[in-house]
């Protein structure tokens, strides 16, 4: 069993920076790849990016792309997300996610297995 914990979130303005931390629990993540999904209200839960295994591939969503970066230390076990240039439209309640069957990314909330609790993220204009 894996546990995941986000820290990082808070209130900014239009602009302005958070990174975000996914620390994992019970088992290494290391091992498996990683995704950050985010939710609005009234809306479907989203992929905005995830890592794979080996952190030699990370994918985007188109809107985030230039301006969001996912990271990972092992040895911390944690899984990171930089978040700069914010906007109002990022605001979200944001989910890490570890998937055990797969060491690639996916971008399919389904393929993930573990789920953390959410970590609030709003951008004020």
């Known amino acids: 069993q894996v546990h995941l914990v986000e820290s990082g979130g808070g209130l900014v303005q239009a602009g302005g920076s958070l990174r975000l931390s996914c620390t994992g629990s019970?088992?290494?993540?290391?091992?498996?790849?990683v995704g950050w999904f985010r939710q609005a209200p009234g809306k479907e839960r989203e992929f905005v990016t995830g890592?794979?295994?080996?952190?030699?591939?990370?994918y985007y969503t188109d809107s985030v792309k230039g301006r969001f970066t996912i990271s990972r230390d092992n040895a911390r076990n944690t899984v990171y997300l930089q978040m700069n240039g914010l906007k109002p439209e990022d605001t979200a309640v944001y989910y890490c996610a570890a998937s055990v069957r797969l060491s690639s990314v996916s971008q399919i909330r389904y393929d993930y297995s573990y789920w953390g609790q959410g970590t609030q993220v709003t951008v004020s204009s």
């Open positions: 890592i794979s295994v080996t952190s030699n591939s990370a």
């Open positions: 019970g088992r290494t993540i290391s091992n498996y790849a």
